[in-house]
Nanobody, 115 residues
Framework: QVQLVESGGGLVQAGGSLRLSCAAS????????INWSRQPPGKPRELVAT???????NYADSVKGRFTISTDNANNTMYLQMHSLRPEDTAVYHC?????????WGQGTQVTVSS
């Protein structure tokens, strides 16, 4: 098992930046994939960014060029750097790791972008 704790959310004006962090209770270098997802108010959860164990990344079209997923394996932490934020980015953001049958989620951090 692994515990994930997100941080870094908050209120930001449109056009601003935030960096979300997700601290894992153990090494993240062994996971098949790490993901960031978000759930806007009243909408289903959507996958925002993925980083695989092979180093490949994938982003939702809505965030390409604005968001970057990365890791600090030495500190068991994953990040989501977000630039040029828009009101439609408002959501609860969750980190997620997967390996085999393991599929662990953090509790989420709220990001609110004001217009």
């Amino acid at each position: 098992q692994v515990q994930l704790v997100e941080s870094g959310g908050g209120l930001v004006q449109a056009g601003g930046s935030l960096r979300l962090s997700c601290a894992a209770s153990r090494s993240i270098s062994s996971f098949d994939a790490i993901n960031w997802s978000r759930q806007p108010p009243g909408k289903p959860r959507e996958l925002v960014a993925t980083l695989t164990s092979r180093g490949s990344t994938n982003y939702a079209d809505s965030v390409k060029g604005r968001f970057t997923i990365s890791t600090d394996n030495a500190n068991n932490t994953m990040y989501l750097q977000m630039h040029s934020l828009r009101p439609e980015d408002t959501a609860v953001y969750h980190c997620n790791v997967r390996r085999g049958n393991l599929n662990a989620w953090g509790q989420g951090t709220q990001v609110t972008v004001s217009s």
